[in-house]
């Protein structure tokens, strides 16, 4: 697959059709979610240079709903994937009719009743990878050096959890371009559903946390570009004329 | 934009039937590919696996893992072909969820980032 070779990157603030991807582009579009640390330990100022990317991400009525928490502290990490295992292992003895022919019959109508209450959360992908982590196949936090969580504060102005979306991926992509690798972690509302956790980890009222970014050296060189589905886009141009595009093509 | 009638809007698929799931597909050139296993590391979905024996020419070849017949846990996001040092990895379908979870406007058919 398409791999790293520009090095005669395009100049920022200018466009001409069809040239090379520019610096902020490429980090976009070689940008992949990193799973595989080193052990190495992530400089304090570093982390601060990506903080500050967050802080100054566009928020709706400049509010910045928002709460950092850094976790630097390996032991925590390593007790969070195991609470992170063991409630997942809780979870799914409820909803996971794919043990056996017993559960399928009489597990799976009230698991696609729960599926319709909460599509979001029992979605085929994060329904696989919570019987991944309770089958222990799967990490939920990869060893990462450091955890940010990103906390969102409810009282913020329209959807106080959209403008967090944006602050974290401001502090992904100046990550990416400093040359760590990060990766979102939703797996965190799971340890949230705890009492116990919210407690230990500060997230309390007027806070919510439903997302977390763990960033880390990489292990190896994963980035590059991937390919993506094709995306019907609709066009209303001028006298209403309506047309549909297929974009990537 | 894809019109579903109310019926297939409203049904949750069953996650463990072919029928009413569309899985991602890798496919591994077994020419190029070396065996490292940098693939099986990666996977966000822990959905690949290394081959138990060795084929013809000594190499370890990684392989979809099946939870049910004709599903995997793929679900085509890339990093494996990305991370291929030989590019022997290929998406050969995408991820697409039956019913109620269907994508209504996005094509099967999958591009590298294009410049407009």
């Known amino acids: ?20 991807w520019n610096p902020v582009e490429k980090v976009i579009m070689e940008r992949r979610s990193i799973r595989n640390f080193k052990k190495e330990p992530v400089g304090d100022n570093l982390i601060r240079r990506i903080l500050e990317a967050g802080r100054f991400a566009p928020t709706a009525g400049n509010a910045q709903p928002w709460k950092f928490i850094v976790i630097k502290d390996q032991a925590l990490i390593a007790e969070m994937e195991k609470a992170t295992v063991t409630l ?12 056996n022919a017993f559960r399928r019959i009489f597990l799976a109508p009230y698991t696609k009743f729960l599926t319709r209450l909460m599509p979001n959360k029992l979605h085929p992908i994060p329904f696989n990878l919570l019987q991944q982590i309770a089958a222990e196949k799967a990490a939920a936090y990869h060893k990462a050096p450091v955890m940010i969580l990103l906390l969102i504060d409810k009282r913020g102005i329209g959807d106080p959890a959209l403008d967090a979306g944006i602050c974290g991926q401001n502090m992904v992509l100046a990550a990416h371009s400093l040359g760590l690798g990060s990766c979102w972690i939703g797996m965190i509302t799971v340890l949230m559903m705890n009492p116990f956790w919210r407690r230990k980890l500060g997230v309390m009222s007027p806070y919510e946390l439903t997302d977390c970014i763990v960033l880390g050296w990489p292990k190896g060189d994963y980035d590059g570009e991937v390919e993506r589905e094709v995306q019907l ?14 974009l990537g093509v | 934009m894809l019109n579903l009638s109310l019926g297939k809007k409203g049904k949750i698929p069953d996650y463990f039937k072919e029928s009413q799931m569309t899985y991602g597909i890798v496919t591994f050139d077994s020419k190029v ?11 966000p979905a822990r959905g690949l696996r290394l081959t138990d024996r060795k084929d013809d020419s000594g190499k370890k070849i990684p392989l979809l893992i099946e939870t049910a017949p004709g599903i995997s846990l793929c679900m085509a ?3 494996c072909s990305a991370a291929c ?11 697409n969820a039956g019913f109620f979870f269907r994508k209504l406007s996005q094509k099967s058919d999958l591009t590298l980032p294009k410049k407009y």
Do not use: H
């Open chain 1, 1 to 20: 697959m398409a791999k790293k070779t520009t090095n005669n990157l395009s100049p920022l603030y200018t466009y001409q059709e069809g040239m090379e």
């Open chain 1, 88 to 99: 997942s292992k809780f979870l799914m003895w409820f909803v996971d009719y794919n043990r």
């Open chain 1, 233 to 246: 886009v609709e066009w209303i141009d001028a006298d209403g004329v309506k047309r549909i595009e297929r």
């Open chain 2, 33 to 43: 590919c070396t065996g490292c296993g940098i693939c099986v590391s990666i996977c």
């Open chain 2, 77 to 79: 996001c890339g990093d």
């Open chain 2, 85 to 95: 040092q030989e590019g022997a990895i290929r998406i050969k379908r995408g991820f």
